[in-house]
């Protein structure tokens, strides 16, 4: 079955599509391209994301994105040269503009939620097949956290019957799957870690004045000081302490947390501290709740992370010992990984099965995630 998977995360680069093969087990990426945001469109997600915004800004950025999703699907097959009628289903993501996995008090009761905008319906039409979307909701009803998802891929793709592997990714926000060696989907462990790439993003775009949106290949971060007493301090926050399953987001690392470390150092060191801070939670998550546990054969990382190499250097040194590898070497784009997550999600909800991993979420039971617009 011909898949194509669309995923646009908290980092907010733009949106990217995977076009996958699925047999059974059996997963063939044979296209995949990024399109980035156009920057109106990113400041319009940031404005609805996390604050006080109007009813009709969601509405209208709900069906835009859908035209966007469908066009960025369009222009993967033209260029991929993949025939467009040869597709069979669509599986989106969404955008996230809020997403509370802890229950909080709203109305005197409890509620965990989540948003995730882009219209199915403006997609199936503009592409004429089944989109599978809102993957989150179904596994938060059933008492979890509504993510991690990626870890089915993960687990399909790097399960081993003699290596632990940790597969990284390393997009907005830093996740960990844990395999042991043999496991059962049962046995796999899943958890945010904290910040990816989002924070260096945002004090990159405000040290270039907004001509730059990344640091490329971790150049700034090589050039700046390491502040180790801010980094500690930010280490003793209690998240990073917290047992799985958890989930972060643009809630902890938005807006107010750039506010409140932005003076604490001249921009061009605090990018450099904030490279070692998302490199050093990443390695704290993995000693702290996977090592004791499992063996770490093999640590795979994806994600746009994966291209900075000062924040790679700074992972490597945090986990002396552990064998540091790219999905590239199992044949999945680092870049792609989270799109292709995404199609064999599609590909799974389509037949009827679960997909969500209970062990991750912190779900009752496995369950078919999302709706499907035909």
Request: glycine share 10%; charged share 20%.
């Amino acid at each position: 079955m011909r898949v194509a998977g669309i995923m646009s995360g908290t980092s907010l680069d733009g949106i990217d599509v995977a076009i996958v093969d699925i047999h059974g087990h059996q997963i063939q990426p044979i296209a995949f391209r990024s399109v980035p945001y156009e920057k109106r469109v990113r400041q319009a997600i940031l404005g609805v994301s996390n604050t006080t915004t109007t009813t009709a800004e969601i509405a209208r950025l709900h069906f835009l994105l859908g035209q966007l999703y469908a066009k960025a699907v369009q222009e993967t097959c033209r260029l991929g040269r993949v025939p467009l009628k040869s597709l069979e289903l669509v599986g989106c993501h969404g955008q996230t503009i809020y997403h509370q996995g802890e229950p909080a008090p709203f109305l005197g009761r409890p509620v965990s939620t989540t948003l995730q905008i882009g219209e199915a319906g403006v997609i199936a039409e503009a592409l004429g097949v089944p989109v599978v979307s809102d993957f989150r909701t179904r596994d938060m009803a059933a008492g979890g956290k509504g993510a991690p998802l990626v870890p089915y891929l993960d687990y399909l793709l790097f399960g081993h019957p003699k290596k632990g592997r940790v597969a990284l990714n390393i997009g907005g926000i830093a996740n960990v799957t844990a395999i042991p060696p043999n496991a059962r989907p049962g046995d796999v462990i899943a958890f945010d870690t904290g910040p990816g790439n989002m924070l260096i993003d945002a004090l990159v775009a405000e040290f270039s004045k907004g001509r730059q949106r990344f640091d490329r290949d971790g150049r700034i971060a090589s050039q700046g000081r390491l502040d180790r007493r801010l980094l500690d301090r930010l280490l003793a926050d209690p998240y990073y302490r917290q047992p799985p399953p958890k989930t972060a987001g643009r809630e902890q690392y938005g807006a107010d947390f750039i506010a409140a470390i932005k003076q604490l150092l001249p921009l061009r060191d605090l990018i450099t501290t904030m490279t070692a801070f998302t490199a050093a939670t990443i390695a704290l998550g993995i000693e702290r709740f996977i090592k004791p546990r499992m063996r770490v054969d093999d640590l795979i990382a994806a994600g746009g992370g994966v291209h900075n190499q000062t924040l790679m250097a700074y992972l490597q040194a945090f986990l002396p010992g552990v064998r540091i590898t790219r999905t590239a070497d199992f044949g999945i784009d680092p870049d792609a990984k989270e799109a292709v997550a995404f199609a064999v999600l599609a590909y799974e909800t389509h037949h009827q099965r679960p997909s969500n991993v209970p062990s991750a979420t912190g779900a009752r039971r496995a369950v078919v995630l999302g709706k499907i617009t035909r």
